[in-house]
């Protein structure tokens, strides 16, 4: 079993010789890269099958640390394309699967809906088929799980926080496709019986996210002193998460999590966009060398977004109690760390700001 085949500069180790074979989709994303990044490191007996598209969201930069691992695999695979994912479900015989590939920016959502629903909702049956297909009759010691968002609960107008009992009432076309996901997710449980778990997590922030979410959009500006775009009045709050307290969540809840069962994850953590836009200006008036106060002057209230969720807030208390979970990193640290790792990684950096983005955020922001 330990026979080794020599492929370029990676020797990888003969596939029958691990102890599980892990399928995390969306893996060069974001939160997919430090999912990944996490499981190949913390369990050199899984062999972790990274399946992405790679998008404009997609990077294998994110893992340029850990792709030589011989217990690492990257498939290039459009979820959308149910004969890839056929193929892929016959390649490995996967036991696990973590699925995070998905459409997952708000104003792109409202820009262009179709994507979103082809990747998030028919992205994933396509997934929830071949799972199923691949383990008709046996389910023992398997497990599909689900990442989802806080979003799909829609708007809090007032006091309180989404538990995993509140309704579903999604309000842009993001959310409602995640919706949609879920939905499915749960309906293949009840139907035909397959594993499933979902977590709804809160806003994530940290190294490698692309900059068009709020925080490494900023960081970007600030940086090169344009605008700070603040849609509406800024009054609008979110939970924010160290992605790395999320990678945690998602571990724990892939190996302890109960099969049906759902978990709200959040930082307990939450910000006015303006009250956090001033925050972070004040972090990088100190790593810039700046005087305090002059990259607050760059702040600009801009056209709101349409159908603006208002708050969002997580009760995490079910993942807290039954799990033992809880986030590690406080946000003034862990948004240190996130400017550091921006203003380090130039390079990273440029090459997801040249081409494309630039006319994205022409398109985005000219009429703001
Ligand atoms: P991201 O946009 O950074 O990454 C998404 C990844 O999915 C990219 O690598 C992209 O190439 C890949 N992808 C997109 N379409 C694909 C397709 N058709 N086939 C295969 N791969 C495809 O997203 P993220 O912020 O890392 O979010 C990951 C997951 O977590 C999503 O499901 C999102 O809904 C969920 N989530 C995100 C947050 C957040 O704050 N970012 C919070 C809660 C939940
Ligand atoms: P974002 O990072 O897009 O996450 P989400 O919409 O999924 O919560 O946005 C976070 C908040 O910041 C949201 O209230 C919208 C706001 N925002 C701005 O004010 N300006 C911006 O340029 C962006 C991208 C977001």
Known sequence: NEICLAMGNKTERNEMSFSRTILITGGAGFIGSHVVRRFVRKYPSYLVVNADKLTYAGNLENLTDIADRENYRFEKTDITDKKSVSALFRKYPFDGIIHLAAESHVDRSIDNPDDFVMTNVAGTVNLLNAALSAWS????????????????????????????????????????????????????????????????????????????????????????????????????????????????????????????????????????????????????????????????????????????????????????????????????????????????????????????YVKYYEKMYRNR
């Open 137 to 356: 009759g046996n389910t023992e010691n398997r497990l599909f799980y689900h990442i989802s968002t806080d979003e799909v609960y829609g708007s809090l107008e007032g006091g309180g926080a989404f538990t995993e009992q509140t309704p579903y009432d999604p309000k842009s076309p993001y959310s409602a496709s995640k919706a949609g996901s879920d939905h499915f997710v749960r309906a293949y449980h009840n139907t035909y019986g397959l594993p499933v778990v979902i977590s709804n997590c809160s806003n994530n922030y940290g190294p490698n996210q692309f900059p068009e979410k709020l925080i490494p959009l900023m960081i970007n500006n600030i940086k090169n002193n344009k605008p700070l775009p603040v849609y509406g009045k800024g009054e609008n709050v979110r939970d924010w998460l160290y992605v790395e307290d999320h990678a945690a969540a998602i571990d724990l809840i892939f190996h302890k999590g109960k099969p049906g069962e759902t978990y709200n994850i959040g930082g307990g953590n939450e910000w006015k966009n303006i009250d956090l836009v001033k925050f972070l200006c004040r972090i990088m008036d100190r790593r810039l060398n700046r005087e305090e106060g002059i990259s607050e002057k760059l702040i600009n209230f801009v056209k709101d977004r349409p159908g603006h969720d208002l708050r969002y807030a997580i009760d995490s208390s079910k993942i807290r109690n039954t799990l033992g979970w809880k986030p590690t990193v406080n946000f003034e640290e862990g948004l240190e760390k996130t400017v550091d790792w921006y203003l380090s990684n130039t390079q990273w950096l440029q090459n997801v700001i040249s081409g494309e």
